[in-house]
């Protein structure tokens, strides 16, 4: 066989693998016998080995990296060869995270709400100062459910609001705008990995730290748009299309939609956490699949 038909052939098989240790994972959380957490490593293994058929650049480097590592500290403390898949597990749930995603994401793009926002950047902007408030709160409110596909959608709203800054001042303005609100967002969403995994590692809610969290990126905001006001002020800028008011309530509604759906989504899954025992991540993967 060739290598693109072996390619081919182990590509098919991406999906079940991938499936099967997402969904031994979750049995394990509640099934404590030792065959279904074997099984459950051994998918995971099965799905790193697909997975390397297919990493490229970075992910492939940093994973064999990573790998090598790992092996390395389990060849170090001397633990017997079949226990080596049941360490795969540690990393399952951030796997479980990045699977059942796409669920939240597809729902915010049949609603819709990706385009409205987006839309409410081209209409009836006072200057480039307002616009770079205005894209900072559309990137951070977004990012909280599409992650990093936020960016590329708004570099494209905000390109006709641009169109008449000069190239690099429009490039500067993309790259501190949209990666600042981006990863300010990351140090607060209950839905990114970093938290979650923080959550589980301290052994606290996120109720009990989302007030920090949501002051820290709201003290940060303010700075960063007290500096952005500074920097742009004497920009000009095409003040767009005007919004009507029917227009500018529907974007209103779904901006306040999606608060509230990350409002519920949190409280469920601290509920979740404390009812069952389990992880803060888990409890995310849960209530996603469900």
């Known amino acids: 066989m060739t290598h693109d038909r072996i390619q081919d052939w182990i590509g098919m098989w991406r999906v079940p693998v991938y499936t099967a240790a997402v969904a031994l994972y979750m049995v394990a959380q509640f099934v404590e016998t030792a065959p279904v957490h074997y099984a459950m490593g051994a998918a995971a293994l099965s799905a790193f080995i697909v997975s390397a058929f297919f990493a490229r650049g970075v992910y492939q480097v940093s994973g064999a990296l990573f790998f090598a590592f790992g092996v390395g500290l389990f060849l170090f403390y001397g633990d017997a060869w079949p226990t080596f898949v049941l360490h795969f597990e540690r990393v399952l749930g951030l796997l479980a995270l990045f699977f059942v995603l796409p669920f939240m994401n597809t729902l915010i793009r049949v609603g819709r709400y990706d385009q409205s926002l987006s839309e409410w950047l081209k209409r009836n902007v006072g200057g480039v100062s307002s616009l770079y408030r205005r ?56 839905m990114e990995v970093m938290i ?31 500096t952005a006001a500074v920097s742009y002020r004497s920009i000009p800028l095409d003040n767009g299309e005007e919004a009507g ?46």
């Open 135 to 190: 894209s900072f709160s559309v990137c951070h409110l977004l990012g909280l459910f599409l992650n990093i596909a936020t960016i590329p959608l708004l570099v494209k709203s905000l390109r006709t609001a641009l169109r008449n800054v000069g190239g690099r001042k429009a490039e500067s303005f993309y790259v501190r705008n949209l990666l600042r609100a981006y990863a300010l967002c990351l140090t607060w969403s209950p």
């Open 196 to 226: 979650s995994t923080t959550i589980d590692f301290t052994g606290v809610h996120y109720y009990e730290v989302a007030l920090f969290l949501l002051l820290l990126a709201f003290t940060m905001a303010m700075i960063d748009w007290g």
């Open 245 to 290: 008011r029917e227009s500018a309530v529907s974007i209103g509604k779904k901006a306040a939609q999606l608060l509230v759906v990350l409002v519920v989504f949190t409280v469920l899954v601290s509920l979740v956490q404390r009812w069952l025992g389990k992880g803060f991540l888990f409890s995310i993967v849960l209530l996603l699949v469900r």
